[in-house]
């Protein structure tokens, strides 16, 4: 059972990116599965992590993409990208200090709405420029 299954609307058409975009579901199927069989707690850090040295690996890749074709909205795109990266790291200095207690699931569904938001509202803008 998984928690977020691909649909085809998530698609940009863009093999490299999409590919990228479903590795990042699969991330969060497992820390779904691990949330489910109750050993996320334990491995809910490396998982994080993991999610986020893909995110930034994905996300640098995608604005070399853009930046290529002078895609006209790079700055706000990158900026997007810059703020889930320090909110990101925010969560994981507070994990970490234990300042603030995130429940594997909130996590879980941050990093779901974000991904999901970005796809579909700042991603699929620069689909034309990469075609
Ligand atoms: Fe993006």
Redesign the pocket.
């Known amino acids: 059972m998984s928690f977020i299954d691909w649909k085809v609307e998530y698609e940009t058409g863009i093999e490299e990116i999409d590919n990228d975009h479903r590795k990042l579901f699969g991330i969060l199927n497992d820390f779904y599965k691990l949330l489910l069989e109750g050993k996320a707690q334990s491995a809910s850090m490396e998982l994080f992590d993991e999610m986020v040295n893909y995110a930034q690996y994905?996300?640098k890749k995608?604005?070399s993409f853009l930046a290529n074709v002078n895609y006209p909205l790079l700055e706000e795109?990158i900026e997007?990208?810059r703020t889930f990266e320090a909110k990101l790291l925010d969560i994981k200095s507070n994990l970490i200090s234990g300042v603030i207690e995130v429940s594997p699931t909130e996590l879980l569904s941050i990093l779901t709405d974000w991904l999901l938001t970005?796809?579909m509202g700042?991603?699929m803008l620069?689909v034309p420029y990469l075609k």
Do not use: A, G, M
């Open positions: 994905h996300f995608e604005e795109h997007q990208h970005h796809i700042t991603d620069y």
